[in-house]
């Protein structure tokens, strides 16, 4: 392609609304730009990118045996409003009306639509198992979109489904999808992880998300330290142990704390520890009001709160309705004396505590010398806790650490949540009906093509690893304007063509140093550039990581670059 015939708009500097490399350098190298907030155009070389990406997945996706096929974007209520999500899919579902009023949705996900047509098309064991995929947009209305590509309203995802006529067939399914996944994430050049994830009132237990391992990822990973143990830190299970703390009882003491809010304000305030508090924070749980105690040092985790009652909506309850049934605000909550309606339950490391301190239920004052089960009761202990660094790993195997991650992929046994709501049956062997069981399984194939960038930059601009780059030869006239060069040139650019290699060619009329500038930025692995010897027949030929250069006669290019490209 050359240059001046299509459209690159780079930028020399950085656009201020763009807080991370993936975003700044999509849009200063001309790959991107924004039309509306979480909306963006893909220009030439960020469409051919994608182009790379999706191939790559198509390929991996056909390989594991599902069928390509394109759902609409366009989806009538009516399906929604079959599985409930109409209602439970909240303000970030598009949603619009047709000329007679009709409801629709623009599809976030492709759940509805499959099982409808699946429920209509299959009727026996015979056609099980199935897998079939697409590559489209998605619509999700996010709260905040961000991050350029990364979290955006519309996105180009491939979902996958999978029917089958058990739960063995869905593990076997389950099984090709998770290694189509990273061989996929593997041909893309990303360092990820697969990592357990929380599957939620999604019926099925097994689900992984391949988390892109960067600074800027909006997920963070517990792993272990020795083993292969990775979980989101939504999920992992804590197992640490703890001990009975080995004090005499004190007694039970009221103190005045005025203007002490915070876990540490109160700590630092009555001088101990954070872990020697108990934190306590209300919690509606569908519509029971729950106070949840944790350690101080502590943080709920509202996922196991929200499994651990098989729960489908769980949020902090607002100041307000605190006050209302505990007499006090958030910052002098506590367990005891609340009354019946209201259950308490507390983490596992409650158990152990002596003598901390709690809120009061009366602001401005605290308890020190508590003792749970004498000065107040809990109804149960669970794991309701986030898993820190430090922990047992859950494995037990080593010991807990942190990683942030950008969440690319997710597989995902649905069993029968969809198939069941949706009446999708099959007749088995006996001619009896039975409930098909699903697998779903997508890839953020825009936040992909972003998560690469993240993990492929210098301070020149992007450096795409070569399966994925937009092109794979560089090929710059210094001086376009000197015939020599340009014959040179155009020569080598219909030579590599011919031989089936993509090259971008910059013969604009730009000054040479806006051509090395934006080529950096650009990142193509190879860059062939013709100056000053083009009359001897000879160019310099550069790597984009690295920085090798070296002199080599246009007779050789050819071979070069084939050796390079593993050709
Ligand atoms: P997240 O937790 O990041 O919101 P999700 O759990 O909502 O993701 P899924 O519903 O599992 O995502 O969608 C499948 C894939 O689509 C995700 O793994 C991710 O790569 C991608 N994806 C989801 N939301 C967005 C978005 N707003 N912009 C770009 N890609 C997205
Ligand atoms: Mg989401």
Same mark, same amino acid.
């Given at each position: 392609?050359?240059?001046? !015939? ?25 790959? $991107? ?6 909306? =963006? ?16 997945? *198509? ?14 974007? +366009?989806?009538? &209520? ?12 909240? @303000?970030?579902?598009? *949603? ?22 699946? *429920? ?88 992984? #998300? ?23 830190? #939504?999920?992992? @299970? ?33 001088? /101990? ?24 040092? /502590? ?5 196991? +709160? ?9 949020? +902090? ?55 749970? #089960?004498?000065?107040?009761?809990? &109804?149960?202990?669970?794991?309701? *806790? ?56 997508? $890839? ?27 092109? !794979? ?20 650019? !219909?030579?590599?063509? &011919? ?10 009329? #730009? ?7 934006? &080529? ?5 692995? =190879? ?21 090798? !250069? ?18």
């Amino acid at each position: 392609m050359k240059q001046s !015939q299509t459209l690159i708009p780079t930028l020399r500097e950085i656009p201020t609304d763009a807080d991370i490399k993936s975003h700044q350098l999509l849009l200063r190298a001309g790959f $991107i730009r924004q039309t509306a907030s979480g909306v =963006y155009s893909f220009l030439p070389l960020g469409k051919r990118v994608l182009r790379k990406v999706e191939e790559i997945v *198509r390929e991996e996706m056909d390989n594991a045996g599902a069928n390509e096929m394109l759902m609409p974007a +366009l989806q009538p &209520s009516e399906l929604w409003m079959e599985t409930g999500r109409w209602n439970t899919f909240g @303000p970030e579902l598009m *949603r619009l009306h047709d000329r007679h009023n009709r409801e629709f949705a623009l599809g976030a996900t492709h759940e509805e639509v499959i099982t409808s047509l699946i *429920r209509d098309e299959v009727k026996s064991y015979k056609k099980l198992p199935l897998m079939l995929y697409q590559i489209q947009t998605k619509f999700r209305d996010e709260k905040r979109p961000r991050f350029g590509l990364l979290r955006g309203r519309e996105f180009i995802m491939k979902d996958a489904y999978s029917f089958h006529d058990s739960y063995e067939s869905l593990d076997t399914g389950y099984k090709k999808m998770y290694q189509a996944y990273t061989k996929i994430f593997k041909r893309c050049g990303l360092n990820f992880r697969a990592v357990i994830a929380d599957s939620g009132a999604m019926g099925g237990k097994d689900t992984h #998300e391949f988390m892109v391992l960067s600074e800027v990822g909006e997920d963070t990973i517990a792993y272990s330290d020795t083993s292969d143990y990775a979980a989101n830190i #939504e999920m992992a @299970p804590v197992v640490s142990t703890y001990t009975k703390e080995n004090e005499p009882l004190k007694e039970l003491e009221k103190i005045a704390t005025p203007n002490q809010k915070t876990m540490q304000e109160v700590a630092d305030y009555l001088n /101990h520890s954070l872990s020697k508090g108990l934190k306590a924070l209300m919690f509606k749980v569908d519509e029971q009001l729950v106070l949840v105690v944790t350690r101080g040092d /502590h943080e709920v985790n509202d996922i196991k +709160l929200k499994n651990l009652y098989d729960a489908s909506v769980v949020e +902090l309850a607002t100041e307000e309705e605190t006050r209302t049934v505990i007499g006090a605000g958030f910052g002098s909550l506590g367990p005891i004396g609340v009354n019946e309606e209201i259950e308490v339950v507390a983490d596992h490391a409650v158990e152990f505590v002596a003598n901390v301190s709690c809120g009061a239920n009366d602001n401005g004052y605290h308890y020190v010398n508590v003792n749970p #089960e004498r000065d107040f009761k809990i &109804s149960k202990y669970a794991d309701l *806790r986030f898993i820190q660094e430090g922990d047992s790993s859950p494995d037990g195997n080593g010991t807990i650490l942190f990683a942030k991650g950008i969440e690319v992929g997710h597989v995902f046994k649905l069993g029968d949540f969809y198939a069941d709501k949706m009446g999708a049956k099959y007749l088995d062997d006996n001619g009896k009906a039975k409930t098909m069981v699903m697998g779903s399984y997508g $890839i953020g194939v825009s936040r992909t093509l972003a998560a690469i960038v993240e993990q492929y930059h210098d301070e020149n601009g992007i450096t795409w690893p070569s399966d994925v780059a937009p092109f !794979q030869v560089h090929l710059l006239a210094i001086n376009s304007k000197k015939e020599e060069q340009r014959l040179l040139a155009d020569d080598i650019y !219909q030579t590599l063509k &011919s031989a089936g290699i993509e090259v971008l060619y910059d013969d604009r009329k #730009e000054r040479a140093g806006v051509k090395f500038t934006d &080529s950096d930025l650009i990142g193509i692995p =190879y860059r062939i550039t013709v100056g000053k010897r083009a009359e001897e027949g000879y160019v310099e030929f550069k790597t984009r990581v690295g920085g090798e !250069q070296s002199d080599l006669h246009q007779s050789d290019i050819l071979e070069k670059v084939n050796k390079l490209l593993g050709k």
